[in-house]
């Protein structure tokens, strides 16, 4: 298995809050990314990096920061979570190299009540 | 909008039958993948297909990519209960390395 790892495993917070989950991962992959996983939605991008300092948009980004200052860190913020933002969110990495595959961490669950 | 699209749907079926499900996606790609993800679990890549690329196999597994109908089907032969799990394809498009998401099928297998 690819070393990749996210903590919390679990997580119950109160609406207004700041959150941060972490992503660790032991590969020098370059690419790093962070999904929700919600029922009927699938996996959707919220923000992924393509190397230190270096981050981008996904498709459900707002209310959601990232920070990457090491290569090997991830860091995914709710500013002030909200209820809407209870999910599994899960953190894979990838190579440079196009025609490769993602590696995946265990999820973390999070619940904002 | 996402990229890569399954047909929405939840199979079941008995041990030894085989399992076909099918992606669209909507705009040019890279490469299309398959994923894996068993309950409560994070998701196992299974195989990737490249866009100049039309069929490949992996084990029981065999994909096919239309890229003029921008579809993929994944086929599981001979299924097993081992199998059960919920299947994702995923998407790269050209020039970036986001990976898109579908939405999944559910793949049930009855011993």
């Known amino acids: 298995d690819a070393g990749i790892t996210q903590s919390p495993r679990h997580k119950v917070t109160e609406t207004g809050t700041p959150v941060t989950l972490r992503c660790h991962q032991t590969e020098n992959h370059r690419y790093m990314y962070w999904y929700r996983q919600d029922p009927g939605h699938g996996l959707r991008l919220i923000h992924y990096s393509y190397g230190v300092k270096d981050t981008d948009k996904g498709e459900v980004s707002d209310g959601y920061s990232v920070s990457r200052s090491k290569t090997e860190d991830f860091l995914l913020t709710l500013e002030s979570a909200t209820s809407s933002q209870t999910s599994v969110y899960f953190c894979a990495i990838s190579e440079l190299r196009e025609n490769t595959e993602a590696f995946f961490g265990q999820g973390t669950r999070l619940t904002v009540v | 909008s996402q990229q890569g699209e399954e047909d929405p749907q939840a199979l079941s079926i008995q041990e030894g039958e085989n399992a076909t499900m099918n992606c669209s996606y909507k705009t040019s790609i890279n490469n299309l993948q398959w994923y894996r993800q068993n309950s409560g679990r994070g998701l196992v890549h299974l195989i990737l297909?490249?866009?100049?690329?039309r069929e490949k196999h992996s084990g029981r597994l065999r994909v096919t990519l239309d890229t003029s109908k921008k579809s993929s089907s994944l086929l599981i032969t001979a299924s097993r209960a081992a199998d059960t799990a919920s299947y994702f394809c995923a998407t790269v498009l050209y020039g970036n390395n986001r990976l898109a998401f579908g939405k999944g099928n559910q793949v049930v297998v009855i011993p």
């Open positions: 297909i490249r866009s100049n690329e």
